[in-house]
Each structure stands twice: as structure tokens, then as C-alpha cells.
């Protein structure tokens, strides 16, 4: 039987959504992962420290008896984000990034920033201190494809900013391009990107071919073949610029499954099979520690998690469950649409 034993991993992508979706969501986060960034996209946004603070609470009370996990909060920011709050939140241990949405860019994001002029005081305080922003990578015009948001937000707005504000650490998030990995790679500084489980496995195909499918459905909408392959090969390269993100982000199904669905792949339940599956695809297990539990400390700023969680191959597929059921309803589970043979032990 093969095995492999890595640092405990952590998630710098994570959507815990708030009351009984939370309660009903956290655990299968909470069982295999540390840490985990979460996103302040509520309704209404976690925009202040203080907000932070209350969610957080709520967090940590869901957390399922035994399991040792810690949610690293971050900020929404808006076109009125006070500095001061800021540094704040950061002194005080609790803030580990600020967060950027492109108006009307996913779930709940209308409240995001419009015009970039008005975020530049609190984004230079950020530069000072050395606080994170994690970014939406995606322009929302309507003019631009949805297809080639991406490249276009690289160009017409992270370029920009990073030229105007180069000590501003900036992780783009859940990249999903092979501009965004170029991107990344030819940075000097600054700049690091996390990568989701389900962009490595699907492309668009899996969302359009045979009928639509709308639980592979999340944005930034998954590419053509060749930007999966792209994604590939910079999360098992090691390069400390890449690690995990998993964008898990519950709807219940009827939200999903609508003439106007939600976007969000729900990963929680089956990342670290997948990824185990992936990387020994690439013959790549040997960085799969890299990834998952010491890039994005290191990013972060943070030291790796002292515990280990071990993967161990079964000879029968692992069965994990299609759907979980939560106190707002059904959630489906990612299908990666291949058996899966490692299993956390
Ligand atoms: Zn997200």
C-alpha cells in the first residue's frame, strides 16, 4: 500500500457562507485542513475588523468538537475601507488580507470596488504594513468575453496597480489561465497566485459537452484544455508562487440548478484525494506538501502547521458522498468524474 505523509495542509481559498450553511459546511474543511483564508463575500460583506471579529466567533463556535482549525479573516474591500481599521485588524493578529471584487465579478461582489483611485489610500497603508490583497482576478465589463476576463484584468488593472504600487503584496486568486501563470512567473516580487482543485481536473468541456452541467459551473469560469494544463504544471513545479486555494463554495442545489445558476464547485469533502490523484498522475507526490501545507505559509507569513496528515492509496476506489446535507438544504459534492483511490487515513 502506498503512502505519503505531509505537513497538515492549509486552504487560502475558502467560502464558509454564515449560519446553518456554515454549521453544515465546516467540518469537511475542518477534518483535513489547519487553516483556511475565508472570504468576506457575505450578505452583508465583512467589511470592518469588527465584522471580522463577529464572524469569526460564529466560526469558531461551528467548528465540530475535536477538530483543531483556525479561520484567518480577511476584509472585503470597498470604495470606503478606512485605513486605520486596517492596520487595526492587522496589528491585532486577526486580519491576514484584504480582499478585491470587481463589482458584480461572483456571488455576492455587487458592493465591490469601481473605481481603483478610491482604494489607493487604504492599498498604500496595506503596502506599509505589509497586509496582503488577494484579488479577484477578473474584470466585469461587458464588452470583454467572460473567457478572457482574466487576461484583460491582468493587463488593464493588475499591471497597472502593481507598477503604481510595487511593495503591495498581491495574491491572485484561484488562477485559471495560462496568463495567469506566465504572469506570475515573470514577477520579480509581490506576487503569488493560488490554484483550485477542480481547475486542475476540469476544463470547460465538463460544464457544456452532453447538456449543461451547472455544478462544474464557478467563476473564474474553467478554460480550454491547454490553460488546465498550464494550471498543472505550475501547482506540482514547487515554485513557492503556487499553492492551494480551494474556492469551495457551497450553494444548495436549487440554486444551482436554475435557468440562472450560482457559481461555486463544492470541494471541501474530496480535495485532498483529488490533489494526491493529480499529483501522482504528474509524478509529482513528492511536491504535493509543497502546495497544499508550506507555500502558502510561507506566503502568508505564517509558519507551516506542526501536525501531519497522512494519504494512504486503497486498492477500491474511496467512496466519498455525491451530495451533503446541511440546515439550508442539499449541497452537491465535486465529481471529479474519476474513481478516486487515495483516502485521508
Ligand atoms: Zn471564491
Redo the contacts with the bound molecule.
Keep these: 500500500m502506498k503512502s505519503i505523509t505531509l505537513r497538515r495542509p492549509d486552504d487560502w ?1 475558502l ?1 464558509l457562507r454564515d449560519g446553518a450553511m456554515l454549521e453544515g459546511v465546516i467540518g469537511d474543511t475542518s477534518r483535513h485542513f489547519g487553516r483556511a483564508i475565508i ?1 468576506p463575500n457575505l450578505v452583508p460583506p465583512v467589511v470592518t475588523t469588527a465584522d471580522a471579529i463577529a464572524y469569526r466567533e460564529r466560526i469558531v463556535k461551528a467548528i465540530p468538537p475535536g477538530d483543531r482549525f483556525e479561520p484567518l479573516m480577511t476584509l472585503y474591500l470597498t470604495e470606503h475601507t478606512s485605513p486605520d481599521d486596517v492596520e487595526e485588524g492587522k496589528n491585532s493578529g486577526l486580519i491576514h488580507a484584504v480582499k478585491l471584487y470587481p463589482a458584480g465579478a ?1 456571488t455576492n461582489s455587487h458592493g465591490g470596488v469601481r473605481d481603483m483611485d478610491k482604494a489607493m489610500p487604504v492599498l498604500e497603508r496595506m503596502a506599509k504594513i505589509g497586509l496582503p490583497l488577494c484579488v ?1 482576478g477578473e474584470v466585469t465589463t461587458p464588452e470583454v468575453d467572460i473567457f478572457d476576463r482574466e487576461a484583460v484584468f491582468i493587463e488593464t488593472v493588475l499591471e497597472p496597480l502593481r507598477k503604481r504600487l510595487p511593495e503591495l503584496k498581491i495574491t491572485m ?2 488562477v485559471t489561465t495560462q496568463d495567469g501563470v506566465d504572469y506570475i512567473k515573470a514577477s520579480k516580487a509581490n506576487l503569488a497566485g493560488s490554484i483550485t482543485t477542480h481547475h486542475l481536473i476540469i476544463n470547460r468541456n465538463a460544464i457544456l459537452v452532453g447538456g449543461i452541467k451547472p455544478h462544474y459551473y464557478c467563476l473564474p469560469v474553467a478554460k480550454r484544455e491547454e490553460h488546465r494544463l498550464a494550471l498543472r504544471a505550475a501547482a506540482t513545479s514547487g515554485d513557492k508562487r503556487f499553492f492551494l486555494g480551494t ?1 469551495s ?1 457551497p450553494h444548495v442545489d436549487p440554486l444551482k440548478e436554475c435557468a440562472c445558476g450560482c457559481a461555486g464547485v463544492y470541494t471541501s469533502v474530496n480535495t485532498m484525494s483529488c490533489l494526491a490523484h493529480v499529483f501522482e498522475q504528474d509524478n509529482a507526490l513528492d511536491r504535493l506538501e509543497a502546495f497544499t501545507s508550506l507555500n502558502g505559509p510561507a506566503w502568508y507569513g505564517l509558519a507551516p502547521n506542526e501536525e501531519t496528515i497522512t494519504l494512504v492509496k486503497r486498492d477500491e476506489p474511496v467512496s466519498f458522498p455525491a451530495k451533503i446535507e446541511t440546515g439550508d438544504g442539499t449541497v452537491t459534492v465535486f465529481d471529479p468524474m474519476f474513481p478516486l483511490h487515495w483516502d485521508v487515513a
Design positions: 481559498h467560502h472570504m461572483t479577484h486568486e484561484h474556492d463554495a
